[in-house]
């Protein structure tokens, strides 16, 4: 065997224990005293997880900021006909009249429609931020999105 043959067979071998040991999970060793972590108790609500009661945590509002006036108030949709099934909450929110569109997100913050980068923890910190963004010029269109 030739020494080129040697180390083609050193370098197969390391790179197959570096492949096994790259596939292999990263798990601590576990120790006799560390006690199980428990399962989440599934049957009681997570009070913490936004929902649809979630929209009426913040009260509605009127007011004027930067020379534009921002409206807000908490509105209910219903799924099935006459009002019957699941109730969704959602916010009515517009800049001067105009309806500006308002979006909650997963994480329970809300963006709108004239800024999409930025997350806002309430309903009113999103139609200021938009007011912002609109600046003193611009109006929105009376377009949802």
């Known amino acids: 065997m030739t020494r080129r043959h040697l180390i083609g067979a050193a370098a197969t071998a390391f790179l197959g224990a ?50 534009r006036r921002i409206r807000g108030e908490p509105v209910v949709h219903h799924e099935g006909p006459a009002h019957e099934g699941p109730a969704h909450g959602g916010w009515q929110v517009t800049v001067d009249g105009q309806r500006l569109g308002l979006m909650r997100r997963a994480d329970g913050s809300y963006l709108s429609m004239v800024d999409h980068y930025e997350s806002y923890a309430t309903p009113l910190a999103a139609a200021r931020g938009a007011v ?12 949802g999105h």
């Not at 912002?132 to 377009?143: I, K, M, N, T, V």
């Open 132 to 143: 912002d963004e609109l600046g003193p010029l611009r109006a929105l269109s009376g377009r």
């Open 18 to 67: 570096a492949a096994i040991v790259r596939a292999a999970p990263d798990q601590p060793a576990p120790e006799a005293s560390a006690p199980e972590p428990s399962a989440p108790d599934l049957s009681a609500p997570d009070l913490a997880a936004p929902g649809p009661q979630a929209a009426y945590d913040h009260p509605p509002f009127d007011e004027t900021y930067r020379g």
